[in-house]
């Protein structure tokens, strides 16, 4: 139970939209206190949030600062609230990632710039929501809430083909949603409660298990992105605001493959282990599809958003191994792909404040005049790459190794993907940093104090848990435990049942 | 011959509203500020609203009852008819039509939907809507200089009196095989004499569908809606968009709910191609247009689908969410139609969709209400359009029709990318032309009720599902 003076997940969630209310009364040609008010807002949640952290009970998987009150009793539907070792290091990735979304996008937003915060403060309250709610339809009224602010913060303040990348964002994901609300009601309906956690107790029959895994997939892998409904994210990457890319890949993404953990593994155990070969197989197509597309692209920001895809798919297989270290590893890599994904496309946006392009071929030669960014830019290509020492390696080896248990052929192929994916990595670090040095980067000005204190904290991350990863795993055992008991123990009482049959039969 | 004098206080808001609507008809002629009728008709219909509280009974010989069903109804016409008259005042004195009459019928037309929610009998219902028809047709040509106002009156005249021709025809019909034409009665006569396998039972039931689908704008029989919205005055099409589909929907409830009860099966698969329909139709070639009223046209069509879905549920929470839906419905949509008022100005028509380009730019308060209405009628959280569209899909899927919600979300994708658009015109492109607002106080108090409204009943919907369910708990 919550031991804290105040709740701190309704804080999380509804400071940001407090936040919203203040700019709203302050004159937009303040430019300035706006953006001061958001990034205060931004911190005081940050901040407000770090006793999920510290004050985190570490022994069990039960749910955790538990709100629980009546919303709309006429359908038994509560306001309730809670967090476990599977989603605690999202909300904590959503709220810092809140922080560094004001901050890089300081001077790079210069129109609407009172509706920009409006929608950054906005999408991450309702994302930290979705990662919250114990409630099915609170749950799907922040899912659905957070394309709102999304849809603005690409289609107004992107880039040249915005329009088309955002419409194809809301449609894709609007296409997965509404199966998974129709997959909700059922659920709802089948149960009489929309209480997750009381739900997840039940035996549902097979096939409407596997009606309801299909319905939910719909959303979760549109999400993810999964191959083959894939094709929006690298649109969307490309043409969002640093601060887009950044809420996208660090925790937008992250709904998707935490929706997979959270309802389809649980609720549908039988569905989800009759699904592993189909899940597995996609996983590993995405894996290396993605990675081969990456060594083509020319547009820096393209080349990481199908990097991002690569990565969920080491995510996915990790999850559909279905065992401790897949799992574990694949939560892992969730927080591990927030955080560098997100300071790569930080370090993409810098770039391209500095020069206002996406060419890869544009800014050879990168660390004659900015050598400190180099340096940071090193490190979070390493860490992408995986290379021991940094987290990019503990949650591929884990995912990789939850793969290889399920399926050797799995394992193997995902591992020629960490290849692909140090060559992609490795190729661009070359071309945009050490050739020769191409005339638009000559004299450019290294990052300014407000840019290394926006990656610091990444930085930081980055080699806390590659070095020492022990305290954040202790965190999700547990957790994952418990949900392994839930998925393997519906499955043996399935076999149990079928067993049962027989012997009637053959009496 | 014993002549009793009739109870009327079932039928007081009814009496009210006549004497209200013919007050303004005399005051029209004493007074020069128009305004004054206008604010006239809003107090008098606050009044009336009051006179609901202890009016229910039956009265007339059951010809004409007033429960928790009707009442909501006439809830929604009410709120129906003060946000149309607070979106007129200025408008139709840019149109230059601002004469008195404007109000009286509106309130006319109201009393006609009020007649209609409360009818038991058919002849009482028959009444009611051609009462609201036809000052409704008026009000449609109000300005009589303007070719497409003509066009839009006639056509939707001479659709509706087809509409009332096939109504007559199910009347008439039934009267023959039931001899009766209180709905009660006429249910009691079906299920006694057995005539569920009669064809002659069936053929009046789809007359009365066709007859109710007329007046919904459902799918094939939504002809004259695109036309008739796109030529009325904005402010009419705001009117006839919620308050006639809103007292179809009260008509249809009743009269298959009740006296057609022992053919369900047989009428929920009338409905169903006909949700599905709407549903397709007016999402899908609402993509093509290019006029805004136009396409909240399609969208009015679109959304009679997805409310039939709580008429297909056929049980007493599938009326409740019906209800709660066009409840909604009236905010979200008076709302958006308030929002295109807002841009017509003198020399300037304001109600094609490129108008809306840039809007943000120059009026960004204007553009964010439109966002949230727009959000709303996608049916996208935390928005009202949501919790209208979850309680409808609720009684559907309760009533076992989950396919057909999987075919309502997909519509309600498409529905995305219209709807949407006009958000990406106003924020995502440069103004071509300038943009002044029209703004006027009523106009802004009809924006701020609807907004909050739309975001209340978001984020709050318990108590509008409690009111629906009360209502509905005696019918």
Known sequence: MNNLPYPILS????????????????????????KWVALIFAVATFLLSLPLFINFDKSTFKMQFVERHDWIPAWNIKYYLGVDGISVFLVLLTTLSTVLCVLISWHAIKIKVKEFYIAILLTCGAIAGVFCSLDFILFYIFWEAMLIPMYLIIGVWGGPNRIYATIKFILYTLVGSVLLLVGIIFLYLYGGTSDILELMERTYPYTMQL????????????????????????????EAPTAGSVILAAILIKMGAYGFLRFSLPFFPEAT???????????????????????????????????????????????????????????????????????LFMCVGIIYDRTHSRQIADHQGLSIPMPVFAAFAMVFTLAAIGLPGTNGFIGEFLTILGGFTANK???????????????????????????????????????????????????????WIGVYPVPFLDFMHPSVQHLLERVNVAGGMQEMNIARTLMEVIR | MNLQFPDLTPVMPELFMTALALILLCTELLVKKKGILAALSILGVVVVAYTLIGSSGTTFGGMFVSDGYSTFFKVIFFVNAILSVLISIKYIAIERVNFGEYYSLILISTLGMMIMASAADLIVLYLGLELMALSTYVLAGFIRYDIKSNEAALKYFLLGAFSSAFLLYGISMIYGLTGTTDIKSIALYISEKGLTENPALSLSMILFAVAFGFKI??????????????????????????????????VLGRVFMIAFASIKLEWVAVFIPLSILSMAVGNIVAIAQTNIKRMLAYSSIAHAGYALLGIIA???????????????YAFMNIGAFAVVIMLRSED????????????????????????????SLTGIPPTAGFMAKLYVFMSAINAGYTWLVVVAVVFAVISAYFYLRIIMYMYMREPKVEVSLSTSPSLGLALGVTTVAVLAIGVFPLYLVELARAAISGF
């Not at chain 1, 083509?296 to 559909?320: C, E, N, P």
């Not at chain 1, 960490?418 to 005339?439: D, S």
């Not at chain 1, 000559?442 to 300014?448: I, K, R």
């Open chain 1, 11 to 34: 804080t999380i969630i509804f400071l940001p939209v407090i936040g919203v209310l203040v700019l709203l009364i302050i004159s937009r040609s303040q430019e300035t206190l706006l």
């Open chain 1, 211 to 238: 009606w309801l895994f299909w319905a939910f997939f719909a959303a979760f892998a549109i999400k993810v992105p999964m191959f083959p409904v894939h094709t929006w994210l690298p649109d969307a990457h490309t």
């Open chain 2, 348 to 375: 300037f028509k304001g109600d094609s969709i490129s108008d809306y380009e840039g809007l943000s730019r120059a009026h960004p308060l204007l553009a964010a209400l439109m966002l949230i209405f727009m959000f």
């Open chain 1, 273 to 343: 282990k009759s699904m592993v070969p189909a899940m597995l197989t996609l996983s590993v197509i995405a894996i290396i599809y993605a990675g081969l597309v990456c060594l083509a692209q020319k547009d820096l920001k393209r080349l990481i958003a199908y990097s991002s895809v690569s990565h969920m798919g080491f995510i996915t297989m990790g999850i559909f191994a279905l065992n401790s270290q897949g799992i574990e590893g694949g939560i892992l890599q969730m927080i591990n792909h927030g955080v560098v994904t997100g300071a």
């Open chain 2, 217 to 250: 704008a459902a799918v094939p029989f939504h002809m004259w809606a695109p036309d008739a919205y796109e030529g009325a005055p904005t402010s009419i099409t705001a009117f006839m968009s919620v308050g006639p589909k809103a007292a179809g929907f009260a």
């Open chain 2, 314 to 328: 056929a049980n007493n929470e599938g009326l409740a969410s019906m209800m709660s839906y066009l409840m909604i």
């Open chain 1, 409 to 463: 052929l799995v394992g193997v192929l995902a591992a020629t993907g960490v290849i692909i994916g140090a060559g992609y990595m490795l190729w661009l670090y070359q071309r945009l940093f050490f050739m020769r040095i191409h005339e638009k980067v000559v004299g450019l000005p290294d990052m300014d104090l407000r840019e290394i204190v926006t990656l610091t904290p990444l930085l930081i991350l980055v080699f």
